[in-house]
């Protein structure tokens, strides 16, 4: 018998307590940039801003997290474990026909999970939803962050909720694209000029730069919607 031992891939280092989920997960296979380069930005999401626990999953006023780029969901698995909120055996499987772990999340499978994603171009018209919900509830404390692609950004229902959460002042939502240079057509001035545009305050920074993402996450001004443009350009295998 042939016993493999799986590497991991070259580029700057993983957070500390994702590495060995996201190995366990990766089983040997090779994951590419969708998956790599929004590892950092998960992470601090979930370790230093993110108000929600295990505990608090269904807390009505915790932060609320909608992964849109559904396709990058092996970072985010591995970050959910690395925080506790699914147990570390359910990487092994994941993907497998009996696992609760799919190639896109599902909220209703995975404790954590705000959406079912899978289609891009759905999840900031949900968060601006989610958003406008809570508004109307009267809940000031939660906020909504949603994290997708710059090739996302060429989905027409994107234009549609940038515009409607800028109008109506959505305050409570954050976006935050990240930026790998996969967008078809890019914008003048950078994808913040896309959402500034129509209202929104917004922060460009290094999608490896921990201290810069914290900064920028809890940058909002509390009277318009925000955007943070996570910008990763080391390459495929970052």
Do not use: C
Request: hydrophobic share 40%; charged share 20%; no cysteine.
């Amino acid at each position: 018998m042939t016993t493999t031992t799986a590497t991991a891939p070259p580029g700057p280092p993983l957070p500390g307590p994702v590495a060995a989920p996201l190995e366990r997960l990766r089983a040997g296979r090779e994951f590419g940039a969708n998956v790599y380069s929004t590892i950092d930005v998960l992470w601090v999401l979930y370790d230093r801003v993110l108000r929600i626990t295990p505990h608090r999953v269904d807390d009505p006023d915790r932060d609320r997290f909608l992964l849109s780029k559904g396709h990058a969901v092996a970072g985010y698995y591995a970050v959910l474990a690395a925080k506790g909120f699914l147990p570390e055996h359910w990487l092994d499987d994941q993907g497998g026909p009996d696992s609760r772990l799919g190639d896109h999340p599902d909220r209703m499978l995975v404790p954590g999970v705000e959406i079912g994603s899978g289609s891009l171009g759905h999840g900031l018209g949900l968060g601006v939803g989610t958003a406008l919900g809570l508004r109307a509830q009267g809940r000031t404390d939660p906020r909504v962050y949603v994290l997708l692609g710059d090739a996302e950004l060429d989905e027409g229902s994107n234009h549609e909720a940038i515009a409607y959460a800028g109008a109506t002042g959505l305050a409570n939502l954050t976006a935050i694209v990240l930026d790998n240079r996969s967008a078809s057509h890019g914008w003048p001035g950078g994808a913040a000029s896309r959402f500034t545009v129509n209202g929104w305050t917004a922060a460009t920074v290094d999608g490896r730069d921990h201290d810069a993402l914290h900064t920028a996450l809890t940058g909002h001004d509390r009277h318009r919607p925000h955007v943070v443009v996570a910008v990763v350009t080391d390459g495929e295998q970052p």
